[in-house]
């Protein structure tokens, strides 16, 4: 994390800070979307010696995009000395959230191709793109669903992952493969939270009552 900082303005506060403290106020500045403490943690992080550490690096990078900082997030992910899985997911999550559809989905090809494996909340990101992007993105979201499946998601995590790809698959226009992953969803008996909203947005998008128990 090369990126010039200005110094953080509370001399007093200096001999406090420590991996501990930052990790606990990178979380609080990202709960409060608080731009303003961006680019001073990222200064005290520097001056520390301890830009590479890949728990702060990433915390920070989360910080930025929950900042809309999209920019400088992907300036600090880039100079990281190590990208893990975590650190992929949370780039990748992170755009998703903010509309970067495009952004996110490029992401994810990268992961794949620096040979990190997604795991299921990278996914879970990737899909929520796809369907923010809308029918354009069903290429990429038959891609993603074929990893859950090759994967062996199903029916080992919970519902989130694959009412990720019903969403996606809603929302590109496949009501079709909305309708026969649904089935299966039924004969496995997923019946969270969710299952309601996502009942209710196929039923709205023409997918017939009787399908429903």
Same mark, same amino acid.
């Given at each position: ?83 893990d899985v975590v650190s992929w997911t ?17 992401? %994810? ?5 620096? *040979?990190? #494996?997604?795991?299921?909340?990278? +996914?879970? /990101?990737?899909? @929520?793109? $796809? ?14 669903h074929a990893r859950v499946v090759k ?14 790809? %019903? ?5 590109? *226009?496949? #009501?079709?493969?909305?309708?026969? +992953?649904? /089935?299966?969803? @039924?004969? $496995? ?15 709205l998008s023409g997918i017939p009552w009787?399908?429903?128990?």
């Amino acid at each position: 994390m090369s990126r010039r900082c200005p110094s953080w303005q509370s001399p007093a506060a200096e001999w406090r800070w420590d991996a501990t403290s930052l990790a606990g106020a990178l979380k609080a500045a990202a709960a409060r979307r608080s731009a303003p403490h961006v680019m001073p943690l990222h200064a005290v992080v520097l001056k520390l010696g301890l830009s590479a550490s890949a728990i702060l690096a990433t915390s920070l990078a989360h910080l930025a995009l929950r900042c809309g900082l999209p920019g400088y997030a992907r300036d600090l992910f880039d100079e990281m000395p190590r990208r893990d899985v975590v650190s992929w997911t949370s780039l990748i999550t992170g755009h998703s959230h903010q509309g970067l559809y495009h952004d996110s989905l490029a992401l %994810l090809r990268r992961m794949v191709a620096s *040979g990190v #494996v997604p795991n299921e909340y990278s +996914l879970s /990101g990737a899909l @929520l793109a $796809c369907a923010g992007i809308g029918r354009g993105a069903l290429a990429s979201g038959k891609e993603i669903h074929a990893r859950v499946v090759k994967m062996s998601l199903h029916g080992s995590v919970d519902a989130v992952v694959e009412n990720g790809v %019903l969403d996606m698959y809603t929302r590109c *226009g496949k #009501v079709d493969y909305a309708r026969r +992953l649904f /089935g299966v969803m @039924l004969e $496995c008996r997923y019946m969270g939270a969710s299952f309601e909203v996502d009942f209710s947005q196929m039923w709205l998008s023409g997918i017939p009552w009787w399908i429903y128990p």
